[in-house]
């Protein structure tokens, strides 16, 4: 699976283009998302926990105090914001530009992972989500927060034919099928919980297989080496 160069480059893109009013236009959403934030980080494992399209770092009010956070993006404007709030909030995180669907870290690099509302943008989510597994320890979790396409028939058709359109101007897909793909990248999905929004956005929370506990073991670890 290579990446799609030019799809991520678009996507960076309208990301830095939307980053200076980013906060602004999540400012009503984001009355609702605080609580599902609060919850995400509830059950996140640490210590070292790498967060997937940090953004402006609207997750960093969130972290638990026991935790070391390294932040990766694909925008540098959302980053910059992101540098700003961590200083504002006194935080000591590591911020680093970075693409999920080509994570320069090393397998087995982390406790567990988070990534909210960001798996709808990159181009390639399976890439992105398989890049996740890798970098994570056997059984550690991953906790996603994240939109995706009803089910409901004609609610699912008309967000199909939205898409190209919603993509093109502000980033995001609102038709992925997220549950699948985290299957699909090889992650055993542990609970997928129902949001609102008539299941539009689910709460993942998945494990990367441990062979030592007779699980199946990612095998993009065994691609990679
Ligand atoms: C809708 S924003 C969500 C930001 C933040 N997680 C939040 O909850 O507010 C999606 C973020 O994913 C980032 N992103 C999209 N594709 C990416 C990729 N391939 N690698 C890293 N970050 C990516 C975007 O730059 C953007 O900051």
Redesign the pocket.
């Known amino acids: 699976m290579a990446v799609d160069v030019k799809e ?1 480059m678009l ?2 893109v309208r ?1 830095n283009r939307i ?1 200076p009013v ?1 906060d602004l236009i ?1 400012t009503l959403a984001e009355r609702r ?1 605080s609580d599902w ?1 609060r919850r995400v980080w509830s059950l996140v494992t640490g210590p070292r926990v790498l ?6 770092g ?2 960093m009010p969130y972290y638990p105090p026991d935790i070391r956070v390294t932040g ?4 540098e404007k ?1 980053l910059a914001r992101a540098r700003r709030r961590a200083e504002r909030l006194g935080l000591d995180v590591t911020l680093i530009q ?4 080509a994570l320069d870290f090393p397998d087995d690099a982390f406790d567990g992972a988070v ?4 798996f ?4 390639d989510p399976v890439l ?1 989500l398989r890049e996740m597994a890798r970098v994570v320890k056997p059984g550690g979790r991953v906790v996603l ?1 994240e939109h995706v396409r009803s089910e409901h028939p004609v609610l699912g058709r008309i967000m199909d034919l939205l898409d190209p359109l919603v993509a093109r101007l502000i ?2 897909h609102i038709n992925r099928r997220t549950v699948d793909n985290v299957r699909r990248a090889g992650f055993i999905v542990e609970r997928v919980e129902d949001m609102g929004a008539r299941g539009i956005f689910k709460l993942i929370t998945a494990r990367v297989g441990d062979s030592e506990a007779g699980e199946e073991p990612v095998a993009s670890k065994e691609e990679v080496a």
């Open positions: 991520t996507t960076r990301y980053a980013y999540e998302y934030r967060e997937v399209g940090v953004g402006t609207k997750n990766v993006d694909l925008s959302m970075m693409d999920a669907q990534a909210t509302f960001v709808c943008s990159v181009p992105g927060l980033g995001p």
